[in-house]
């Protein structure tokens, strides 16, 4: 299986961190993707992709920072976005639900982003929350001027109904699914999960947040993602076997990954 976003650089897994790693493998989860939120968080997720073979990396801004992402900070951003080992930029969108920072600097540094991602042709990740609208419509104009060779991206965490994650599926993003739906009872979108396309559907731990049942209460971690395929599965009416060699495929067209050659 793919964890396809882990804040692994987190303080959290500052005392075991291999140990996490090595629990994952143990778990079946050949391949990690770490997350960057800001430059710092973008540089450590990227050494982390150097040390663990089974560990990718994204450089990204999100938009909880996005009132210090200056030019300088974007051309770092630009600087590590070459490094080999990094598949993604992101997370980058929009937070209306906290807004840490002002909503004007949160469009700024996601248009910002997306316009690196044209340049440098990668996938993006995209956090949005209670801003579909605007985030969609962002989307669109940004896809039309994209020369599509690819998908363009994921919708991490993804908490909409069904004509959301249609219309995302449509623009060539693939939806996320995180922890959340293991204790969620949103039936909205938990239809979105029965009803996501296969070769769109990718899933996440988000850790270390949202962990799923039955670890609720403990810190998240990649080998807990078997918890959130098993009810993607049972939604869905599949194995878990069938929902993680489909995710895996998908996951490994997302981000182009190399196949996964097994624990070291
Ligand atoms: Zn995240």
Same mark, same amino acid.
């Given at each position: 299986m793919v964890d396809t976003h882990a804040h692994l650089d987190a303080s959290a897994y500052d005392a075991d961190r291999a140990e996490v790693v090595a629990r994952a493998l143990a778990a079946g989860v050949g391949l990690m993707i770490a997350i960057g939120l800001n430059a710092r968080s973008s540089q450590a997720s990227i050494q982390l992709a150097e040390r663990y073979p089974q560990v990718y990396a994204t450089a990204g801004w999100h938009p909880h920072d996005s009132a210090s992402l200056g030019a300088e900070e974007l051309a770092e951003l630009a600087r590590l976005s070459r490094h080999p080992r990094v598949v993604a930029l992101g997370e980058m969108g929009l937070d209306f639900h906290r807004n840490y920072s002002p909503p004007d600097d949160q469009r700024r540094a996601f248009k910002a982003q997306l316009e690196l991602a044209r340049e440098r042709n =990668? +996938?993006? /990740? #995209?956090?949005?929350?209670d801003a579909h609208e605007e985030t969609? %419509? /962002? =989307? !669109? !104009?940004?896809a039309q001027g994209h020369p599509r060779d690819r998908d363009l991206g994921v919708i991490h965490c993804f908490g909409g109904g069904v004509a959301e994650? %249609?219309? $995302?599926? *449509? =623009?060539? @993003? $693939? #939806?996320? @699914? %995180?922890g959340g739906i293991t204790y969620s009872g949103d039936r909205e979108n938990l239809a979105a999960v029965r009803d996501a396309p296969a070769e769109h559907l990718l899933v996440e731990t988000d850790c270390p947040f949202l962990t799923p049942v039955p670890h609720r209460g403990q810190r998240n971690e990649p080998a807990y993602l078997p918890q959130v395929v098993k009810k993607?599965?049972?939604i869905r009416g599949q194995s878990p076997e069938e929902i993680a060699r489909e995710t895996t495929a998908t996951a490994r067209r997302a981000f182009s990954l190399p196949e996964w050659? *097994? +624990?070291?």
């Open positions: =990668l +996938p993006v /990740i #995209i956090h949005c929350r969609m %419509a /962002i =989307l !669109e !104009e940004w994650m %249609a219309r $995302y599926v *449509g =623009l060539g @993003f $693939y #939806i996320s @699914f %995180a993607v599965a049972q050659s *097994g +624990p070291p």
